[in-house]
Nanobody
Framework: QEQLVESGGGVVRAGGSLTLSCAINRRAFNTYAIAWFRQAPGKQREFVGTNRGSGANSVIADAVKGRFTISRDSAKNMVYLEMNNLTPEDTARYFC???????????????WGRGTQVTVSS
């Protein structure tokens, strides 16, 4: 069981930016695809994006494409979700998760963090 820990959530005004961080151990960092999902109250968990290895191996959901970016820092074993031009519709709890394949399907992700809350005010 791999441990993932998210951080960086908070309250931001519409149009603002936040960067979320996901900490994971080195073995998992080098082995797995790391994805971001989000879940708003009363809604299903939604795929945001995933990354494996280099930046070329990234997939971003259409709903956030052009505003959100996933990156990795191999020196720190961290995966980041940079979120720009946030809207109230981006308000959700954001989770990072690890999977052996690059996938947008939550069932492929066996290890999940507890999430970090992002609230965007209008």
């Amino acid at each position: 069981q791999e441990q993932l820990v998210e951080s960086g959530g908070g309250v931001v005004r519409a149009g603002g930016s936040l960067t979320l961080s996901c900490a994971i151990n080195r073995r998992a960092f080098n082995t797995y695809a790391i994805a971001w999902f989000r879940q708003a109250p009363g809604k299903q968990r939604e795929f945001v994006g995933t990354n494996r290895g280099s930046g070329a191996n990234s997939v971003i959901a259409d709903a956030v494409k052009g505003r959100f970016t996933i990156s990795r820092d191999s020196a720190k074993n961290m995966v980041y979700l940079e979120m720009n031009n946030l809207t109230p519709e981006d308000t959700a709890r954001y989770f990072c998760a690890a999977a052996p394949i690059l996938s947008s399907q939550p069932q492929h992700y066996l290890n999940w963090g507890r999430g970090t809350q992002v609230t965007v005010s209008s």
